[in-house]
């Protein structure tokens, strides 16, 4: 079975001299459900051997110990199940746009694709990776539902108005996936030295790993618990933190462990009911949107992507008198005044997770007890990289725009500090949920 072509889109032409396929694996580390992949193995067909290869960076921006632990524990898996499949898995040390065009020249590569990411950092690396080779590179987009160049092509103002592109175009594209073919010719390639890669690390180990398994059997494992035990409750229960009632698979796939539509196609093969409807609208438009912003917003971290009403707003606020002023220490170490807050940050810097319904809280209280909203921005997008596993995402630098600065929202009563910002405040909060029951679970650990 072919994939859809629109899944793919050409980063360089060149000349295929016919030897082997290199699928360069970044943001979708997996083996099962993913495109790239699928289309990998069809164009090595049943001649040309496949290669997988993923290319470590020791200091990847703002990653710690926390991350690279789960990365690599993660692709460990990846390399053996690919090793089952007779594909062999090679891991690369250094920077991509040195190492991929020397290793593809070694073996003498005909073809190379890579996956889909529409951060700064990823389409630096492909860009120099074209620019230093004279093969074609293909790029797939592996992680979205509706590729994001065919979902749209432009920056969409708000979930409601890319909302019925994606609806639209879901009947095409949420399709069950092909079973990934072995490899039918395979090159002698040793398998990486894991105990090396990880000594190698140049990174922040003070943030040190979660009790989390990672990579794609515990993430399969972990949807077979959120369809079982969680997903009943969604819609009704999913803005509670005490509840447990979301997915709790984020970090799964941030790392693309799991896939979005494999997750997609399970939850809609249950049955449409209210919990498959605010679930879907979750994980694909909300998500896709993310993607969405970042690709066609190069400024996608900075105050600078919001919207003109939200600019001038917080600029027309920034004399306010503050309730409260903590600074980037206090807030790390959650030493400010509001018990909830705290929590809420002890939650994502012990597991490495924070719900979502508290992300906006955390995110707008930065807000409102920074100097600046520029530094409040850059406090949270700081912290929310170092700590939470599904840091340096476009859902992340989304969740916090969204929060501080009215990205694909709209504007409220004005107020101070926050303009016309949404607000948000602890008796919201209450009115949700048991807050004493959230900082008694958090509030100490
Ligand atoms: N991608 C890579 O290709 N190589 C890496 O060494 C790498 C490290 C890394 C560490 C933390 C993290 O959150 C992401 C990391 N990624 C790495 C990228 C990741 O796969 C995603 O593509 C982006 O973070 C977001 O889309």
């Not at 108005?161 to 399709?175: A, G, Q, V």
């Not at 090396?196 to 140049?202: F, H, I």
């Not at 909060?429 to 004493?436: A, D, G, T, W």
């Amino acid at each position: 079975m072919s994939i859809n072509p629109s899944r793919a889109r050409i980063l360089r032409q060149g000349v295929d001299s016919g030897g082997p396929v290199v699928y360069w694996m970044s943001r979708d580390q997996r083996v099962h459900d993913n495109w790239a992949l699928i289309q990998a193995r069809e164009l090595a067909g049943a001649s040309r051997p496949l290669v997988v290869v993923f290319c470590l960076v020791p200091s990847y921006p703002g990653a710690t110990l926390r991350h690279y632990d789960f990365m690599l524990r993660g692709l460990e898996q990846t390399a053996r199940d690919l090793r089952g499949l007779k594909i062999p898995f090679v891991l690369l040390s250094g920077d991509p746009a040195q190492e991929l065009p020397t290793f593809c020249a070694g073996i003498g590569t005909g073809l190379l694709l890579t996956d889909f990411d529409p951060l700064r950092v990823k389409r630096y690396w492909q860009d120099a990776v074209a620019r230093a080779l004279d093969i074609p590179l293909l790029q797939v987009d592996a992680h979205n539902v509706v590729p994001a160049w065919v979902a749209s092509d432009k920056q969409e103002y708000a979930a409601r108005t890319l909302r019925p592109k994606i609806h639209r175009l879901l009947p095409e594209y949420l399709e069950d996936f092909p079973e990934l073919e072995p490899g039918a010719t395979s090159l002698d390639i040793a398998p990486p030295d894991w105990g090396a890669a990880r000594a190698s690390l140049g990174v922040d180990e003070g943030v040190g790993p979660v009790d989390l398994p990672s990579g794609e059997s515990p993430g399969l494992q972990g949807l077979v618990t959120f369809l079982e035990e969680r997903l009943p409750r969604y819609a009704e229960q999913g803005n509670d933190p005490n509840a447990e009632a979301v997915s709790g698979l984020s970090a799964y796939l941030h790392f693309g462990q799991l896939s979005a539509q494999r997750v997609a196609l399970e939850v809609a093969r249950r049955g449409h009911d209210e919990n498959a409807e605010a679930f879907l609208e979750q994980l694909v438009v909300r998500r896709e949107l993310c993607d969405n912003f970042c690709l066609y917003n190069p400024r996608y971290d900075r105050l600078a992507a919001a919207p003109d009403w939200a600019q001038k707003t917080l600029d027309e606020h920034r004399d306010d008198l503050r309730p409260y002023l903590y600074s980037s220490q206090q807030f790390e170490r959650a030493e400010t005044h509001s018990a909830l807050w705290n929590a809420a940050q002890r939650q994502m810097v012990t597991t490495g997770f924070m719900h979502g319904y508290m992300r906006m809280f955390w995110a707008k209280k930065i807000l409102e007890w920074s100097a600046s909203p520029e530094q409040a921005l850059k406090i949270a997008l700081t912290l929310n990289d170092r700590y939470q596993l599904d840091g340096r995402d476009p859902n992340g630098y989304v969740g916090v725009l969204w929060s501080m600065a009215g990205i694909h929202d709209r504007p409220w009563k004005e107020r101070p500090v926050y303009g016309k910002v949404r607000y948000m405040n602890e008796n919201g909060c209450r009115r949700k949920f048991n807050v004493q029951q959230y900082i008694d679970k958090y509030g100490m650990i």
